[in-house]
T-cell receptor, first 113, second 115 residues
């Protein structure tokens, strides 16, 4: 079965620093999602990537899907305390009416003022 | 549009007690998902409904967990009896086939603590 591995598991950065979170799949990704989560709360949708080489940005967050569609990275520029939380990558599995999201292990980000 | 509604937000119960969670998806969304997220892990799919039929419940511990979506709209997830390891956040999500990018939308979750 497809598994998603995220790295690092946790990350502490100083405010203003850049950081990157990676998500690697054992199989080709047909839809890759990035979510942010505050502890114990629901998921906030960030971005969705489908095409090899695709890159999307929202404010200071950029996500890329590699050409082979087996790895995605999430990059935060000039991090702020508001970026702190858990970042999850998710991948479409199945298809049609059976389509579902499976998730990676998550990356816990702390931003020190 | 209104989001996915879940209740309660928090629940504390003793082991061996029963508990139920409720989810109301986005209007018109045919597919509803329940996920379990244990602290420090990513969400794990428990059960997926398409309208009022079960599509996937392969990871649902059926000896103690049950879920229903009788009218193809809202859904309940029940645990009976609860164990300590059931402490987790239970997330409900919905989607509609044909929506661009499938449009998965998540509720705020129910945080369950079993003591």
């Amino acid at each position: 079965s497809q598994e998603l591995e995220q790295s690092p598991q946790s990350l502490i950065v100083q405010e203003g620093k850049n950081l990157t979170i990676n998500c690697t799949s054992s199989k080709t990704l047909y839809g890759l999602y990035w979510y942010k989560q505050k502890y114990g709360e629901g998921l906030i949708f960030l971005m969705m990537l489908q095409k090899g080489g695709e890159e999307k940005s929202h404010e200071k967050i950029t996500a890329k899907l590699d050409e082979k569609k087996q790895q995605s990275s999430l990059h935060i520029t000039a991090s702020q305390p508001s970026h702190a939380g858990i970042y999850l990558c998710g991948a479409d599995k199945g298809g049609g009416a059976t389509n579902k999201l499976i998730f990676g292990t998550g990356t816990l980000l702390a931003v020190q003022p | 549009e209104a989001g996915v509604a879940q209740s309660p937000r928090y629940k504390i119960i003793e082991k061996r007690q029963s508990v139920a969670f409720w989810c109301n998806p986005i209007s018109g969304h045919a597919t509803l998902y329940w996920y379990q997220q244990i602290l420090g892990q990513g969400p794990k799919l428990l059960i997926q409904f398409q309208n009022n039929g079960v599509v996937d419940d392969s990871q649902l511990p059926k000896d103690r967990f049950s879920a229903e979506r009788l009218k193809g709209v809202d859904s309940t997830l029940k645990i009976q009896p609860a164990k300590l390891e059931d402490s987790a956040v239970y997330l409900c999500a919905s989607s509609q086939l044909g929506t661009p990018n499938y449009g998965y939308t998540f509720g705020s979750g129910t945080r369950l603590t079993v003591v």
